[in-house]
């Protein structure tokens, strides 16, 4: 078992697995894990669809593109989820109040299955896995997914997770310098122009010696194109078909 700093401090996203199976006391553990995420409320807003089957995994690449979903030993598409409670406030006879329907109830769900993804990736890494995050499953293709799944309204797809034994050891590229990520007491805004300069030197320069392209574009550069493209998704349609949509607003 590798330790807290090794696992968090030598992160990478494993795009190539091994053709190996995880464990069985290993999967147990990334299960426990996953159940004993912190939610809010302890309202467990979330639901996690295991995929093992080769066959629906390769389905899957199919509607997304992504090799390592379907080379990986376990594919883990973490949901959020109000099904269950509304199973359960009409097995009691309550009536429920339409908080998915809210901003704030959506963010309850995302970040509840945010949370358990992270703790499934920890447990994975610090047990020699590799893991890669998707979040392209949410915006590929999702409907088509959700139909596959077999997901109930109430329960939409926000992320997943490639685990399994590692075929490569990628570099960590390189971060934004802490005094842009970690702000004291208040946000600060001080020489960000020159430090953003100088991380779309660095991050060009890292993606002029690593990419298989050879290309030398910069992080804003990038991320000004993932932008562009993210604004051809549908996830709002998604997710009002799917039972959410925000068309209520919290009391004050």
Same mark, same amino acid.
């Given at each position: ?14 795009? $190539?697995y ?5 464990? @069985? ?16 409320y302890?309202?467990?807003q979330?639901?996690?669809? %295991? ?33 269950k ?8 006879? *309550?009536?429920?109040? @339409? ?11 995302? /970040? ?7 703790? %499934? ?11 890669c995050? /998707?979040?392209?499953?949410? &915006?590929?293709? @999702? ?5 596959m ?20 050891? @990628? ?18 805004t ?6 953003? %300069?100088?991380?779309? $030197?660095? /991050? ?9 392209? &050879?290309?030398?574009?910069? *992080?804003?550069?990038?991320? &000004? ?28």
């Amino acid at each position: 078992m590798k330790n807290i700093i090794e696992t968090l401090l030598n992160r990478t996203s494993i795009r $190539r697995y091994e053709r190996q199976a995880i464990e @069985p006391e290993k999967k147990e553990l990334i299960y426990r894990a996953i159940s004993n995420s912190p939610t809010s409320y302890n309202g467990q807003q979330y639901s996690v669809i %295991a995929v093992e089957e080769q066959k629906l995994k390769e389905q899957i690449y199919a509607l997304t593109g992504q090799k390592q979903i379907k080379t990986c030993a376990l594919f883990l598409i973490f949901c959020s989820d109000y099904h269950k409670i509304e199973i359960a406030a009409e097995n009691n006879e *309550w009536v429920l109040p @339409p908080f998915q329907h809210t901003l704030d109830g959506i963010l309850v769900g995302v /970040i509840d299955a945010t949370i358990a993804m992270c703790n %499934a990736r920890i447990m994975s890494e610090s047990m020699g896995l590799g893991c890669c995050c /998707i979040g392209y499953i949410r &915006t590929a293709a @999702p409907r088509e997914l959700s139909e596959m799944l077999h997901l109930p309204k109430g329960v939409a797809i926000v992320c997943g997770l490639a685990i399994g034994y590692p075929r490569e050891q @990628p570099d960590s590229r390189p971060k934004q310098e802490r005094s842009l990520i970690i702000h004291n007491n208040r946000y600060s805004t001080d020489n960000m122009e020159s430090k953003m %300069a100088q991380y779309d $030197r660095t /991050i060009g320069l890292y993606n002029h010696s690593h990419s298989i392209g &050879t290309t030398d574009k910069n *992080w804003s550069k990038h991320m &000004t194109e993932y932008y562009r493209e993210g604004m051809t998704y549908h996830t709002l349609g998604y997710y009002n078909e799917q039972g959410y949509g925000v068309t209520e607003e919290n009391e004050m």
